[in-house]
């Protein structure tokens, strides 16, 4: 049972346009939901995070938008850059110390110049 | 963010030799690590969470005895891949937990000739 669905699997996106990704989970206990950007051969890295309590979070061009009662939240990426091409990855986790987080399937991003 | 270091990033091995992996967590004590294990152009698959001063816990299918992991201290966790097999190639990555964060180690490359 896959319990954090992301869409869409892959994205092209002309640059300075906006791109979209998007994620669905089941758990109602999931209280952190982080996005990674992947390059490849590379970790994962930390882009931008949010808890429920909050419907919208926006860190430069990057905003994460939240809906508890759909259970849904999504990654905005504004006036997108060629150097932003590569593998977004969303994640949930619960509250309790030392569990894990449980990623979607990742979505590669290319922006064309 | 936080800094998890990996090493080595890349090792090349015969069948049936073991390969040691280290994850640190640089600037931060992380009581849990997580190690996953990720396909090319596929997502984070979960292999085992560690807890320092005690036993790992292994996700479903995952074989204890051939992913062998020790969480010493609070700043160092180790995978030792037992008797690799060419199927054991993958490129492996550590995560430490710090607070509600998670950051992740820049990735080992392991191929098994």
């Known amino acids: 049972q896959q319990q954090v669905k992301q869409s869409p699997q892959s994205l092209i996106v002309q640059k300075g346009g906006i791109s979209i990704i998007n994620c669905a989970y089941e758990?109602?206990?999931?209280?952190?939901f982080p996005w990674y950007q992947q390059f490849p051969g590379k970790g994962p890295a930390l882009l931008i995070a949010i808890r429920p309590d909050v419907s919208e979070k926006k860190e430069g061009r990057f905003t994460i938008s939240f809906n508890k009662s759909a259970k849904q939240f999504s990654l905005h990426i504004m006036d997108s850059q060629p150097g932003d091409s590569a593998t977004y990855f969303c994640?949930?986790?619960?509250?309790?110390?030392?569990?894990?987080?449980?990623f979607g399937k990742g979505t590669t991003l290319s922006v064309s110049s | 963010g936080a800094v998890v270091s990996q090493h080595p990033s890349r090792v090349i091995c015969k069948s049936g030799t073991s390969v040691k992996i280290e994850c640190r967590s640089l600037d931060f004590q992380a009581t849990t690590m997580f190690w996953y294990r990720q396909f090319p152009k596929q997502s984070l698959m979960l292999m085992a969470t560690?807890?320092?001063?005690?036993?790992?816990?292994?996700e479903q299918g995952v074989e204890k005895d051939k992913f062998l992991i020790n969480h010493a201290s609070l700043t160092l966790s180790t995978l030792t891949v037992t008797s690799a097999h060419p199927e054991d190639s993958s490129f492996y990555i550590c995560?430490?937990?710090?607070?509600?964060?998670?950051?992740f180690g820049p990735g080992t490359r392991l191929t098994v000739l």
């Open positions: 560690s807890n320092e001063g005690s036993k790992a816990t292994y």
């Open positions: 758990n109602t206990a999931f209280d952190y």
């Open positions: 994640a949930a986790s619960k509250k309790q110390a030392g569990t894990a987080l449980i």
């Open positions: 995560s430490a937990r710090g607070g509600h964060e998670q950051f």
